[in-house]
């Protein structure tokens, strides 16, 4: 697949799409009832031309840098297009950001300007204030920041806007993404104009198809990754350029994302593994409240046996389900199937995943229920997906092909390679690290991975992750997480192991599933305390243990584990706030724990 010749920048799709197809829906935004409304491609394109004047208006200039630091909203996008319309840089920050955090963010990038949510976010930037020299402005969404800025350039001459645009090159600078930071400071990842474009138009190009309910029906993803993370940045950016209808919801709790699922009924949604984890145990939690586990727990059975006949067929290596599994999988469409669907919308068929590894079984079974999850796998340096599973043949388990215009190589210690059109120019401010991961045109990602027969890429685990035991082995401890995760109990795992004679584990639980548990066992609720003391549910963990051990060889095999009573969170600094685990963090505040795993 060609890639169109690459001209401007990424704001000129916003008034293309206002002068080919003015009426057509391009968005969906809540309205203070929370009710949803409708905005049309010219609706959108004057509101980010009048917030670009107001900018202007206030003093933000072509290739100024303006942090953004709010959950995903509709504003969001709306700054971002206005600020790339004039030529200027977004900077996102996460809204759970330290003060810290937000200090070196702001001064490394030498932001000039900041929109921020609300009143405890402004508070944040007010705390490091004395420290930014160069921070001019400080505009707050919920105080009506983009009423204010449109006002303040309602005199504006839109001609102005349109100089700063046509100056806009691919190669200019789109954005400064801030890695997580699971180790040290984070770095700011420099992408251009050119590189989302590039990226996003491959991507639409090749799985259009399947952004849609059915052929010819309206595409629409309703996005609640934060838009501080590449991948839901690349979603934004992806959807505002095809025309595909684009919501925002910035809560990620079940209780607050399924109404606008089911609100919204997006076409197709993508999301990170954690997403489709929930919305299985939630249906599997249903179905044994109402005394259905059996029949939940037959037909996951049928969905992953049926899936895999599928994807067999799909490389031609069987005749597809039997009859009989066919029957089988007809009789629990209604029963089951459906409702699963109905909990993410009703309309979609088709997902992408990514930001961590999948579970095999877990792809098998929504593909079996009617909804294929493409998994696919990239880094911010490559702003967003570099590989994900095509359409017409999804491999579970892998992590795809290289998108069209990616070539992907693993070097002789197994670490994977990118080559492309999305890869960033480098880290802000930071040679030195640009040329650790820059190598003759080639992205070094720190993951490790092969490439089957077929092309498609498994991700084994990170270089800087693999522990070592004293007696020398090496393991990888993505999988066995990921494994132990599975179970419907399990929050987090992390599996510790380096420089000690066997591997071992910390795991934490999930708080509703837990008290669900007991509840079916007809059990009063427990505290934390009497939960990681408990015989019986440590039985039940003991199980999710086992079943990840028979990925691995003995030596290899978490030997012994302890449950503890909190969850790893980003408030204390054990998560990255798109949920990865900051494993040196963690193993020093339980260090106690971890040696006694040794004891």
Known sequence: MEAAPQVGGLADAVFDHASATPDKVVLGCKDASGVWRDVTAAQFRDQVLGLAKGLIAQGVRFGDRVALMARTRYEWTLFDFALWALGAQSVPVYPTSSADQVLWMLHDAEVTACVVEHEDHAMTIGSVVDRLPRLQRLWQMDAGAVEQ?????????????????????????????????????????????????????????????????????EASTLLFLPLAHVFGRMVEVAAIRSGVKLGHQPVLQASALLPDLAAFRPSFILAVPYIFEKVFHAARRKAEADG????????????????????????????????????????????????????????????????????????????????????????????????????????????????????????EDGEVWLRGGHVFSGYLNNPQATQAVLKDGWLATGDLGSLDADGYLTIT???????????????????????????????????????????????????????????????????????????VLETEIRRAVVAANTLVSQTESIRTFRILAHPFTEEHGLLTPSLKLKRKAIEQAYATEVDALYA
């Not at 046509?166 to 801030?178: D, F, H, L, M």
């Not at 992953?304 to 067929?313: D, I, P, Q, R």
């Open 292 to 411: 259905k586990a059996g029949a939940f727990d037959k037909a996951a059975d049928v969905a992953v046996k049926y899936a895999e006949a599928l994807e067999l067929k799909a490389f031609g290596l069987g005749p597809g389900p039997s009859a009989a599994l066919r029957v089988q999988h007809q009789f629990f469409e209604k029963l089951v199937y459906t409702r699963v669907r109905e909990a993410m919308g009703g309309r979609v068929r088709h997902a992408m995943s990514g930001g961590s590894g999948m579970d095999r079984r877990l792809g098998l079974f929504f593909e079996g229920a009617g909804v294929t999850v493409f998994e696919g796998y990239g880094l911010t340096e490559s702003s967003a997906a570099a590989t994900a599973n095509p359409p017409e043949r999804t491999k579970y388990g892998t992590v795809g092909m290289p998108v069209p215009g990616t070539t992907v190589h693993i070097a």
């Open 149 to 217: 800025l449109t006002e303040a350039g309602a005199e504006i001459d839109d001609e102005v806007v349109h100089r700063h645009r046509r100056a806009v090159t691919p190669e200019s600078v789109a954005t400064v993404i801030y890695t997580s930071g699971t180790t040290g400071r984070p770095k700011g990842c420099v992408i251009t104009h050119s590189n989302f474009m590039f990226e996003t138009d491959m991507l639409v190009g090749r799985w259009e198809s399947v952004f849609h309910s059915k052929p010819g029906d």
């Open 461 to 535: 685990g990170r270089k800087k992750e693999i522990l070592v035991t004293s007696g020398g082995k090496s393991v990888s401890p993505a999988g066995l997480e990921e494994r132990v995760r599975a179970h419907p109990l399990v929050a987090q795992c992390i599996v510790v192991g380096n420089d000690r004679p066997y591997i071992a584990a910390l795991i934490t639980l999930d708080p509703e599933a837990v008290e669900h548990w007991l509840a079916i066992q007809g059990r009063p609720p427990l505290t934390p305390a009497e939960l990681v003391r408990d015989p």
